[in-house]
């Protein structure tokens, strides 16, 4: 059950990262779309070692650093959860 939510978790915010790419946030938010890089990363480090609920930590921190630029953007609307 933790592992599926984890890998659920996970799931969404590799989408969300593409979002994100697609739209520039890479380019013109460098700083927070290289933290949710950094945090993605972690996030699919302790899933491999199992610690389900460390990446799903760090799944949804990052997911809301990306969730942050789409309302700053006002975008949030064009991509549901």
Known sequence: MESERAQKSLEKLE????????????????????????YAKDSRHYFSRQDYFTSFGCS??????????????GKKEEFPE
């Open 60 to 73: 949804d921190y990052a997911y809301g650093l990306l969730d942050a630029l789409l309302i700053i953007e």
């Open 15 to 38: 989408s969300r990262m593409e979002d994100a790419r697609r739209l520039g946030f890479a380019e013109k938010y460098p700083q927070v779309f290289s933290l949710a890089s950094q």
